[in-house]
């Protein structure tokens, strides 16, 4: 359950009957009676694992032509296929369950509200509605359609964080959504493969780096074209019209798997609180776990009120990190698809801070979003005692840095930096946690070069934390401690939206604590975990970040292990 959202794809031949019989290397046609039924299988799981090469190299045409740090350096992303009813057929294996999930619900809505009579070939449709997207402002969903011999016979969409939207920028400071940035409904990009310039020409003029985020836009649409040219060679080369009878099979095969994993959990009624850091305040999660042979549903009833600054989320984004945390725990190897989330569903009540409603702010929705994972995987510990590991840091350390000249007159030009970290995960009930690795997110850390390239930022270093994995059987994953500061000419305002400062990761079976995290000046200055504050000139801010928690009695530790933590400076 440490593995990220990179979870394999071998398990496309879950619940598929291996074909037998046949000469080996004998292709057989469809229907042909020394083996038709066999073969269908066979053609069926061939034409499957060509659909997840075609998202993945969807995914790899945007990480290849995007603009923004997040996209090509740290695969803040998504990609994938759909039905013409807009059920998520396969997705691309790079990406986050927190875009996958989401945008999986979202392409219904697009059907929706774009209209199936004024759906044509060579449309682009965008949207960044946090509630019919994935989740805030900042993501931008793009779905194109695809029409075969004049008939629509799938969709492909794709999301991407993008560096700014305007308003108050990246943060939690904004108190309604109409404050976190510019807004764009679903609406179509492009009509017949005329691109919409008046919705450009706004987007222009409304963002801080209009050459990176209309760059995005311009990548999200492409890398949906390049999905539907392999799609249509797909096609050509198996002789076929559209994918309805290939989703059909992808979906049955995959609902009986999800069945058949379900098993390991028994049915039953679960329950696990965590307290987090919040806004200002602390924010209490808590949820109730019903599991049927069928399915599992989650009810966050009894958590803590949406706060009145950015990090509320919809549900849609918190149903997406339950889904991943029953797929990570009992079938991470399944695909993700309409079939495997639908055995998984949500309810929270109204002014519940995972229920975020419109216009409530939502901008950093990933903070509390992120703990969702751990939260329902503490509800299986005990039911599922070897795989369920304990807390890890959850909220990526994001931060987004508005660089300004000192002397306004010096001509150095303004710019928007952001940058992704992360924490240690927590200890595996048979393996240490992952150092300075993102889960449940998945995302990749930006690379030091990558970051000072985007604008005039030094990072001085970035470095494992010591002693902030938390003791046990099983050592928690480290931390990391990084320094950056401005170059010459050049103040920040530096938006913090870090958690686990005032609630560490905590332990399970008697494993300790990961270390809470810091944030300070290099004098010392005490920073606030969130909200935007000013880093001065010739300063430099230091971010330590939290540490996983433990599993199992730190006695129980391997004496080799506790040696070879010294020796590594793991453990001082």
Not at 67 to 91: C, H, K, N, P, W
Not at 130 to 152: A, I, M, S
Not at 213 to 218: E, I, Q, R, S
Not at 225 to 230: E, I, L, N, S, V
């Amino acid at each position: 359950a440490g593995s990220g959202s990179r979870r394999g794809t071998s398990d496309h031949h879950l619940a598929v009957q291996h074909p037998a019989g046949g000469p080996a290397g004998r292709r057989l046609p469809a229907g042909d009676p020394t083996g038709g039924h066999a073969v269908s299988e066979l053609r069926h799981q061939v034409m499957w694992n060509r659909l997840i090469s075609i998202v993945e190299e969807q995914a790899l045409a945007l990480v290849r032509t995007a603009f923004s740090t997040s996209v090509r350096e740290a695969g803040d992303l998504s990609a994938g296929i759909y039905d013409t009813e807009g059920r998520m057929i396969a997705q691309a294996v790079t990406g986050t369950p927190g875009h996958v999930n989401t945008m999986a619900a979202a392409v219904v809505n697009f059907i929706e509200d774009i209209g199936p009579h004024r759906i044509y070939e060579g449309d682009s449709y965008i949207t960044n509605d946090p509630w019919k997207g994935t989740g805030h402002l900042h993501d931008f969903t793009v779905v194109n359609p695809v029409f075969r011999n004049g008939n629509l016979v799938a969709f492909f969409a794709c999301t991407a964080h993008v560096v700014d939207v305007g308003g108050r920028g990246y943060g939690p400071d904004a108190t309604e959504v109409y404050e976190e940035g510019l807004f764009v409904p679903i609406m179509k990009f492009a009509e017949r493969g005329v691109v919409n310039e008046d919705l450009l020409n706004i987007v222009r003029n409304n963002v801080r780096e209009a050459g990176q985020v209309v760059g995005d836009l311009y990548s999200l649409s492409g890398c949906n074209d390049t999905g539907a040219r392999r799609l249509h060679a797909m096609l050509d080369e198996f002789d076929l019209d559209d994918v309805a009878e290939l989703a059909a099979f992808i979906f049955e095969r995959t609902a009986v798997a999800t069945r058949e994993r379900l098993q390991a959990l028994p049915p039953g009624i679960y329950a696990n609180e965590m307290r987090v850091d919040g806004y200002n305040d602390s924010v209490d999660l808590v949820v109730t776990l019903t599991v049927t042979d069928d399915g599992a549903h989650a009810d966050f009833a009894g958590t803590s009120p949406t706060c009145a600054h950015g990090v509320n989320v919809p549900l849609t984004y918190a149903h997406a990190y339950f889904s991943y945390a029953m797929l990570v725990a009992l079938a991470p190897e399944m695909p993700s698809n309409h079939a495997s989330l639908a055995a998984f569903s949500v309810s929270a009540p109204e002014g519940c801070i995972l229920n975020a409603r419109h216009p409530e702010p939502v901008a950093v929705r990933h903070v509390i979003g992120h703990f969702v994972t751990d939260l329902c995987l503490g509800a299986i510990a005990d039911a599922l005692p070897d795989v369920v590991p304990a807390e890890g840091a959850g909220a990526l350390w994001n931060f987004q840095v508005s660089a300004r000249a000192v002397d306004p007159s010096a001509g150095l030009p303004p710019r928007e930096i952001l940058m992704f970290n992360s924490g240690g995960t927590g200890a595996r009930p048979a393996l240490d946690g992952l150092n300075s690795t993102a889960f449940p997110s998945g995302v990749r850390t930006m690379p030091a070069e990558a970051t000072e390239q985007a604008g005039p930022i030094v990072v001085w270093r970035k470095e494992l934390r010591p002693d902030s994995g938390g003791a046990g059987r099983q050592r928690g994953g480290l931390g990391q401690v990084i320094e950056l500061g401005p170059t010459d000419g050049y103040h920040f305002a530096f938006s913090c939206m870090f958690d686990r400062v005032e609630n560490p990761a905590r332990g399970r079976r008697g494993g300790g604590d990961g270390a809470p995290g810091r944030v300070y000046l290099d004098d010392g200055t005490p920073f606030d975990a969130k909200g935007k504050q000013l880093v001065p000139a010739g300063r430099t801010i230091v971010l330590e970040l939290p540490g996983g928690g433990g599993f199992g009695e730190p006695v129980q530790r391997d004496s080799e292990a506790v040696a070879e933590d010294r020796r590594q400076g793991y453990v001082t």
